[in-house]
């Protein structure tokens, strides 16, 4: 299952995805895609590490190509994925943030959109058989009504196409306004 959650900056989506993956099982993996650069990029990352502290989350960080991330067997389960009923006893992943990961495919990897756009889905694909629950946090940079320079445009119409494609995949889709989770897809959190 993958539930996309989308917000503002400081809306509360990775407050209440971590919440929602809390709840959905108890092997928890954090997949940390921010490469924290200069002081605010620290600070950013010491308050999400401050947030799920004590939640029993593990730590991956992935700054490049998600299809790289391979996490342990499940405790007594041959392969990777979850084969167990979904429940407090299963596997899984909370990916923060699908921003950061177009960003770092943009201005690291680089290539073709299309391309991009094929080794974000095939990351999330390959997570996605690692777990049965996936919890995918995303940006809303969209409405500012702000002009940019022609390089962020091109990041924000990446994003926008990837945000589309998560959207039609997920199970569940869940926008945060003013720390309100208002469900878009999938019924009600």
């Not at 990777?80 to 979904?86: G, K, S």
């Amino acid at each position: 299952m993958i539930h996309l959650i989308t917000g503002g900056s400081g809306s509360g989506k990775s407050a209440l995805a971590e919440a929602l993956a809390v709840k959905a099982g108890r092997e928890r993996f954090y997949i940390a895609t921010m490469e924290p650069l200069g002081e605010e990029g620290m600070e950013r990352v010491r308050k999400h590490r401050a947030m799920r502290a004590g939640k029993g989350f593990v730590t991956i960080e992935c700054y490049g190509d998600l299809g790289q991330v391979h996490l342990p067997e499940a405790a007594g389960v041959p392969g990777t994925r979850c084969v167990r009923p979904a429940g407090p006893h299963c596997r899984v992943i909370l990916l923060e943030c699908m921003s950061n990961v177009v960003a770092n495919e943009l201005f690291g990897t680089g290539g073709s959109d299309q391309a991009m756009i094929r080794r974000i889905g095939q990351g999330v694909c390959c997570l996605e058989k690692q777990a049965q629950h996936l919890v995918i946090v995303t940006g809303n940079v969209f409405a500012d009504g702000q002009d940019y320079d022609p390089e962020t445009v091109r990041y924000m119409e990446l994003l926008a196409r990837v945000n589309r494609m998560l959207a039609e995949r997920a199970d569940q889709v869940t926008e945060v306004v003013y720390g309100i989770p208002v469900s878009i897809k999938g019924g009600s959190i």
